[in-house]
């Protein structure tokens, strides 16, 4: 466990939040886990949403590394997505997409948890976008978007049949949107 009191709450934090949900988890329970104090807290963060921005934040910050890592691992193959979920959806902890499942917890589109799942979204729009051009296909945007759509479904599809099934499957339909007759 970190020992300055600020990363303390963080990882305490990331993974409650993930584990339980941020609404579940209250501050008593977060200085419990994170063993910091009421005064620490507020030190660090002016409010549970300021420490869920900062997970939030750090999540997909650790995320992103993780997909291009992934990516680039494949040679740059934009299917390669896919077999890094599968990996994912069959960790035993897998509790869905943290962007996901905290947008569906702060449903107002204005508040800063929110809005920082939501740009992380379009930040791995963007991403797909690169690798998808830089594999050669001219209509990269489209298929970016297409693909966000496989790898949202993919994740909550997975979280409901606690397989990776779902990552297979959705490199299948992304491979024929690549125009290939089967995933590599």
Not at 120 to 146: I, N, P, S, W
Not at 170 to 178: D, F, H, P, S, T
Request: hydrophobic residues 50%; proline residues 2%; glycine residues 8%.
């Amino acid at each position: 466990m970190p020992t300055h009191a600020k990363e303390r709450l963080i990882d305490a934090a990331q993974q409650l939040f993930y584990a339980e949900g941020i609404r579940a988890v209250g501050v008593d329970r977060l200085l419990t886990v994170s063993e910091i104090g009421r005064a620490s807290f507020y030190r660090h963060f002016a409010s549970k949403d300021d420490l869920v921005v900062a997970v939030l934040t750090g999540q997909a910050e650790e995320y992103h590394r993780w997909i291009r890592g992934v990516v680039e691992d494949a040679g740059g193959d934009p299917l390669a997505v896919f077999d890094g979920l599968a990996e994912r959806f069959a960790d035993d902890d897998f509790r869905g997409c943290a962007s996901i499942n905290a947008m569906v917890e702060i449903v107002d589109p204005a508040a800063a948890g929110h809005v920082v799942a939501a740009r992380y979204k379009r930040t791995l729009v963007d991403y797909l976008d690169e690798v998808l051009a830089a594999a050669g296909y001219a209509d990269h945007a489209e298929l970016a978007e297409e693909f966000i759509l496989l790898v949202d479904g993919a994740n909550v599809t997975a979280l409901r049949e606690r397989t990776p099934a779902a990552a297979h499957r959705a490199k299948k339909i992304a491979a024929g949107l690549l125009g290939r007759d089967r995933a590599a």
